[in-house]
C-alpha cells in the first residue's frame, strides 16, 4: 500500500510540473537561464534638436541576447527636452540635457542640445560650404560646445584621464596614430564620421573641417576683427559672403580659459608629427596674423565649426 501511495503521489508532481509549473521566459531576468547585461549604448548617443523637433532613440544591449524586462528613460533637465516610456525625445527649450537610459541597473547616456533655429549653409566660394555657427551654439556669435578631438559629446572636465580614445595618458592612444612610441597605431589621420562631432550633432553631411579647408579659409579670406561680438568677421574674397567666429577660448580639465580673446577651432585632420596632438585654427584679438595654424593636445576642449560639401 505505501508503495502504491508513492506512485501515486510520484505521478501527481510530475503532472504540476508539466502543466503548472512557471515557464522560462527570455524577458525574466532572475530565471537560472538569464544572460547577464555587461553594458548599454544609446543610438544617436548625441544630436542638437531645434525647438519643437522630435527624435527617436533606440537602446542596444550587450550581449545581444541578454535578458531584460523593462527600459527606463529619463531626461536630467525635462524643462529642456522630455522623453517618453519609448524613447521618444521631445526639444522644449533652448539648453542641453542628459537623456538616459537604465535597462536591469546598467545606464547610458545621450547628449541633447536643443537650439532655436537651424543652422544655416554660407556659400564663401571656397571648395566647401561653412556653417554660420559652432556646434551647440544658438546664433553666430555664441560659444556653443567644446569637445575633445574625436569626441562627440561635451563634458564637465577635459583631460586624459577622461579622454575616449586613450588608455589614461599622452602615449597610450587606442585610435588614430601612426607612430609606435604613442600606442597602437592604426595608419588613421582624419577623423571617422562616427567620431566626427559636427556629423552626430547635426547629421545630415555636415563635417568637420580638414586642414586644407581651414587653410582655403585663412588665404581666400579677409579677417577683420569685431570688437562688440568678440571675432573675426571673416569674408570670402571670392564672393563676399561671410561668416563670425567668435573666440570661445578653450577647456582644460574643469575650466574655460581665453574666452573673449582667443579662438581655437578643431579640424579633422591628426598632427603627424606628434600623434597626441591634432590640428586645429587659432586665432587671437586683432591680432594680424589671424588664422595661425597650431596644433593641440586631442583631450583639450576646443570649438567646431562644420563645414558641407
Not at 167 to 192: A, C, M, R, V
Not at 208 to 234: A, H, K, Q, S, V
Request: charged fraction near 20%; charge should be neutral; aromatic fraction near 12%.
Amino acid at each position: 500500500m505505501n508503495r502504491l501511495l508513492r506512485i501515486s503521489i510520484l505521478i501527481i508532481l510530475l503532472f504540476s510540473c508539466s502543466c503548472g509549473g512557471v515557464e522560462n521566459k527570455t524577458d525574466d531576468p532572475i530565471t537560472p537561464n538569464s544572460i547577464t547585461i555587461t553594458s548599454v549604448t544609446i543610438s544617436p548617443c548625441s544630436r542638437e534638436l531645434v525647438i519643437g523637433n522630435r527624435l527617436q532613440l533606440s537602446a542596444m544591449v550587450n550581449p545581444s541576447n541578454a535578458t531584460y524586462k523593462t527600459i527606463i528613460w529619463s531626461s536630467s533637465n525635462p524643462d529642456v527636452a522630455t522623453v517618453t516610456p519609448d524613447g521618444l525625445v521631445n526639444a522644449l527649450n533652448i539648453g542641453t540635457t542628459l537623456i538616459e537610459c537604465n535597462i536591469s541597473g546598467i545606464g547610458a547616456t545621450c547628449e541633447i542640445t536643443v537650439t532655436e533655429d537651424s543652422p544655416k549653409v554660407v556659400d564663401l566660394g571656397l571648395s566647401v560650404k561653412w556653417a554660420n555657427r559652432n556646434v551647440g551654439a544658438n546664433k553666430p556669435k555664441d560659444y556653443g560646445n567644446y569637445y575633445a578631438w574625436g569626441e562627440i559629446t561635451s563634458k564637465r572636465y577635459y583631460g586624459w584621464n577622461t579622454y575616449k580614445w586613450c588608455g589614461g595618458e599622452s602615449y597610450n592612444q587606442k585610435k588614430y596614430n601612426n607612430k609606435i612610441i604613442y600606442g597602437i597605431q592604426d595608419k588613421l589621420t582624419i577623423l571617422e564620421l562616427s567620431d566626427d562631432a559636427a556629423r552626430e550633432n547635426w547629421g545630415g553631411k555636415w563635417r568637420m573641417p580638414t586642414w586644407e579647408e581651414f587653410m582655403e579659409l585663412m588665404y581666400d579670406c579677409t579677417w577683420t576683427w569685431n570688437w562688440e561680438d568678440r571675432g573675426y568677421t571673416i569674408t570670402s574674397k571670392k564672393n563676399g559672403n561671410s561668416i563670425f567666429m567668435p573666440c570661445a577660448g578653450y577647456r582644460s580639465l574643469s575650466s574655460v580659459y581665453n574666452s573673449g580673446s582667443y579662438g581655437y577651432y578643431w579640424s579633422s585632420s591628426l598632427d603627424i608629427l606628434y600623434c597626441d596632438h591634432a590640428e586645429y585654427c587659432r586665432f587671437y584679438q586683432n591680432s594680424p596674423r589671424a588664422g595661425i595654424w597650431a596644433d593641440c593636445q586631442r583631450c583639450t576642449g576646443l570649438s567646431i565649426r562644420p563645414v558641407t560639401e
